[in-house]
């Protein structure tokens, strides 16, 4: 056992490839998923048409653009030169302001037109929101100064992402998939080359059971999966700001169990795969689309329809991402999210049994 | 008791006979070699005495164990230096050899005394990849043999290496011989299996002869053997061949067993081919050979 850990720990450490998808790959592509995946929409450029331009006009697109959502470009004259700027991409938002802003206002009645580009319906969707918020805002403002009682009156409270950072939410994902990807694939590339190289024939001359070489081979896996943990974790909540409000201790739990389905699905795969490329494949295909679409990374998997959710909810990663995200931001811990423990824990006897039962046939003498 | 007995071992793949009823014995401190050419079976019957494939039928026993039933006391007393490299070629000779020590648990001190006996030091921080190939030869051998197993297994160890290192090679498996290990080695070449205690010679699946090299070459004895030249070769085997004389081609020659040179001068030139040379020589084992299978 001693010797086949160190064994492989000695691969691990030789292999260039190994090492950059161990350390530098979580890394960089944590750094590049973060900043670039994002639903807070920040500084879109907005063009308008100011018939009126009065004061209170001008207080109302200061108000809009104050909080960095919108980001004024230019006035223009008519609709007909706002349009042409839309058209060629450097507005994504027309505002026109009609000569009787202020009249209506006055009358407690908030008139403007918004024109969207409207290409990225997500973004659009969001900006939609800001610009109505922000408009809600600037009438309740008025109202207030004119002594009115406000005409609507909504206090939400978000309870556990008071600032509704989407980082919050996203980077647990990020950490997800990382880890399934490699535990998984490191695990099934290890045990294939083996094969590869025509190892499995020393291998039966030797005094090892061979599932024993096998665990042993997989065992510095659970040590790597650890460290991308800590790696991701900790940048995620060091540079993101993340908490982890359910404490390290039970988060390291849950990651060890989430690594043993990982770790079996490795091991499914190296007994599938007859060569590295093909394990990679079978890695990539079953590790990186369902942990990105499936398991509610960006897409709320509530939305999806039915048959989808039933695929979606069968997927380990899920489980594991609903329990990061709730020990992290939430800090609940196993008495709330025994059910999704359970999952993952059922999902790895099942596949370290159909490892076991499909390695059979090379393991053992033919 | 013999350190390693084969009995009657068959292995069939689908309607294909590759090995049938092959039966040896292997006395402790003996060479024996299997030779025949590629394809003959030899690989398939070391890799049943080795328990990598499960014969169809018969047994195989090393240091008196059934290699199929009782596995891991027969591999604990087994060493495998197969064709196909078992080291790992992106760790160090030293690293390789760990493994195996700790896989067979001859401790850290078995690691020293494999680099010492088979001198290996200079190469110790070397990457196999990087070793010359009589180098990877002899860690190879090192990591199969530092249990001291009581029988060693050894596919075609010498393929591919210039004859310096083949008898380099050897030196180290007399010196195993020395301290009673029993040796099993597969060759295709004809000088090697010279070097042997015992030969069995395998064609087609079968064991059709076995002795001493020197018993071997007797059977040769009273015969009479030549070697010529002949132009088309390939014409010239297939019509000696057809007429039930034992012939195989070296080299550009032709060497045949006839108990009188007009023999095939007679079938060639009936087929248009002249003998522009023929010479009498001393059997070889290449010519027993030729001569039992034919």
Not at chain 2, 161 to 188: C, M, N, Q
Request: contains cysteine; aromatic residues 10%.
């Amino acid at each position: 056992m001693r010797a086949v850990i160190l064994k492989e720990i000695r691969h691990i450490l030789r292999d260039p490839i190994s090492l950059t998808v161990i350390l530098v790959m979580p890394i960089a592509y944590l750094f590049i998923f973060l900043y670039s995946i994002t639903f807070d929409i920040k500084r879109v450029p907005l063009g308008v048409v100011d018939y009126q331009n009065s004061s209170l006009s001008r207080d109302f697109l200061n108000n809009l653009t104050a909080h960095g959502c919108f980001e004024l470009k230019a006035y223009y004259p008519d609709e007909a030169s706002l349009m042409r700027d839309v058209s060629l991409g450097k507005i994504k938002l027309g505002l026109v302001i009609p000569q009787d802003f202020d009249e209506r206002l006055s009358a407690g009645s908030l008139s403007y037109a918004g024109w969207f580009e409207g290409v990225e319906g997500n973004s659009t969707n969001i900006a939609r929101g800001y610009l109505f918020s922000g408009a809600a805002g600037f009438l309740l403002g008025q109202a207030e100064k004119m002594g009115l009682a406000p005409p609507l009156d909504v206090r939400p409270r978000y309870l556990y992402n008071p600032m509704l950072r989407s980082r919050w939410f996203l980077a647990p994902g990020f950490s997800a998939i990382i880890l399934m990807l490699v535990a998984t694939a490191l695990t099934a590339l290890s045990l294939v080359r083996e094969r590869e190289e025509g190892k499995v024939e020393v291998l039966r001359t030797l005094p090892v059971n061979p599932y024993a070489f096998v665990a042993a081979k997989a065992l510095p896996y659970v040590v790597i999966g650890l460290v991308d943990f800590f790696i991701t974790i900790g940048m995620v909540s060091l540079i993101y700001r993340v908490p982890v409000k359910g404490g390290i201790l039970s988060l390291t739990g849950f990651t060890l169990l989430f690594l043993f389905p990982a770790l079996s699905l490795g091991l499914v795969i190296s007994s599938i795969a007859r060569a590295q490329r093909e394990a990679w494949f079978l890695a990539l295909a079953t590790t990186l689309l369902p942990s990105i679409i499936l398991s509610g990374f960006i897409f709320p998997v509530e939305s999806m329809p039915m048959w989808l959710r039933i695929i979606a909810e069968a997927m380990p990663v899920r489980h594991y991402l609903i329990i990061l995200r709730s020990v992290m931001i939430k800090g609940v811990g196993l008495a709330e999210l025994w059910p999704h423990a359970l999952v993952l824990g059922l999902y790895g006897i099942a596949l370290l049994a159909i490892a076991g039962r499909r390695m059979r046939a090379w393991l053992s003498p033919g | 008791m013999h350190a390693l007995v084969a009995e009657n071992l068959t292995k069939r793949f689908g309607g294909f006979t590759a090995v049938e009823g092959v039966s040896f014995r292997v006395s402790d401190g003996e060479i024996y070699a299997l030779l025949g050419p590629n394809g003959a079976g030899k690989s398939t019957t070391i890799r049943m005495l080795t328990g990598v494939l499960k014969p169809t039928s018969g047994k195989a026993l090393v240091a008196g164990f059934d290699v199929a039933k009782e596995p891991y006391r027969a591999r604990e007393r087994m060493g495998y230096m197969s064709q196909m490299f078992s080291l790992y070629r992106d760790l160090s000779v030293e690293e390789n050899l760990m493994f195996f020590c700790g896989v067979y648990g001859s401790g850290r001190e078995a690691v020293a005394r494999a680099v010492e006996r088979m001198g290996l030091a200079p190469y110790l921080k070397t990457v196999v990849r990087d070793l010359p190939l009589g180098f990877k030869q002899r860690l190879a051998l090192a990591a199969a043999t530092t249990h001291d197993p009581k029988v060693l297994f050894l596919d075609e160890p010498t393929s591919g290496v210039d004859p310096e290192a083949r008898s380099e090679f050897w030196d180290l498996v007399y010196s195993l011989r020395e301290k009673g290990t029993a040796v099993l080695i597969t060759t295709h070449y004809m000088e090697e299996a010279h070097l042997a205690d015992r030969i069995g010679m395998i064609s087609s699946g079968r064991l059709v002869a076995e002795g001493r090299p020197d018993e071997l070459l007797a059977q040769g004895l009273g015969k009479r053997f030549w070697q010529m030249r002949a132009e088309p070769l390939n014409k010239a085997l297939a019509l000696l061949n057809e007429k039930g004389i034992p012939a195989y081609s070296s080299g550009g020659l032709v060497f045949l067993e006839a108990t009188d040179p007009e023999e095939p001068r007679s079938v060639l030139a009936a087929g248009g081919i002249e003998i522009t040379e023929i010479a009498e020589r001393k059997p070889s084992l290449e010519d027993v050979f030729v001569g039992l299978t034919k």
